[in-house]
């Protein structure tokens, strides 16, 4: 196990919730570092000495005062956070949990174990995330979408949780960097399905070449531009302008002014005569 899948930052302010924490991630025998802070503010100081694989988040940890979502987002940033509140907060991460940057597990009943489990799916996760490293020697393609989705969404889930949280208060903001702010939200968003849509590509790579057009063979262009239909399709060429029709001479114009002057002649010479 690498170190960073090792290791599960506990973030919780209850001391017998965090005793009940530990016992249970302990429980399933694997050697796992479990690092603890009282605070998120705290959680993200110790993330400069060893980024955690996953955090867990007790709403304890966080002051009244405080927005849920705000501390869960600034944890994203780093690695995916499993978040343990009360039911009725679960709404304030809809965002986090959407975009796969976050898991809410209520806190009522058997919570502690259910937080574990989430924790332990989101180390062994990451494990596979990991390994996938090694492509293109090893691996699949399913398992690459996986990482890409995994390893693009939680930066991404701060950016765009970041930038909601400032437009929160745009109206302390200038005009300008609301509109700034807005352009980084949108363009976050389109880069998150853009995420989406290449991770199912590759964990369904026969659906994604089903619905991709098929390359036209040389018969088939060839044939097409062969064709009448090729052909009305293209822009008539320019006409080419005629030359203007050469104006022929009157056949025997000589023979034709000779015999009139031979006329007139015969005529005059009538007259005399006459």
């Not at 973030?11 to 924490?21: E, F, H, K, W």
């Amino acid at each position: 196990m690498r170190d960073r899948e090792g290791i599960i930052q506990v973030v919780c302010a209850d001391s017998g919730l965090t005793r009940l924490y530990l016992a249970e991630l302990q429980r399933s025998g694997k050697p796992y570092q479990l690092p603890l802070a009282l605070s998120p503010a705290n959680a993200r100081r110790s993330f400069c000495q060893s980024e955690p694989a996953v955090t867990l988040l007790d709403e304890s940890a966080v002051p009244a005062e405080e927005s849920l979502e705000s501390a869960a987002a600034q944890l994203a940033e780093t690695a995916p956070v499993v978040v343990v509140a009360a039911p009725e907060r679960q709404g304030e991460l809809a965002f986090l949990i959407a975009s796969g940057a976050a898991d809410f597990v209520p806190r009522v009943g058997w919570f502690v174990s259910l937080a574990a489990n989430s924790v332990e799916r989101r180390v062994d996760l990451a494990a596979v995330s990991a390994d996938v490293r090694a492509l293109p020697d090893g691996g699949s393609a399913g398992d690459f979408g996986e990482l890409l989705r995994h390893e693009v969404n939680n930066p991404l889930t701060g950016i765009l949780g970041n930038a909601e949280l400032l437009l929160a208060g745009r109206d302390r903001l200038a005009p300008g960097s609301v509109e700034r702010l807005q352009t980084i939200a949108k363009l976050a968003v389109r880069l998150r399905e853009t995420v989406r849509r290449l991770s199912y590509a590759f964990a369904n790579p026969d659906a994604a070449s089903a619905s991709s057009p098929e390359p036209t063979s040389p018969e088939v262009t060839t044939r097409w531009r062969n064709s009448d239909a090729h052909r009305s399709t293209r822009s008539p060429a320019p006409a080419q302008s005629m030359p203007p029709p050469r104006s022929e001479p009157a056949a025997h114009s000589h023979e034709t002014e000779r015999d009139a002057a031979v006329a007139r002649l015969d005529k005059t010479s009538r007259s005399r005569t006459e």
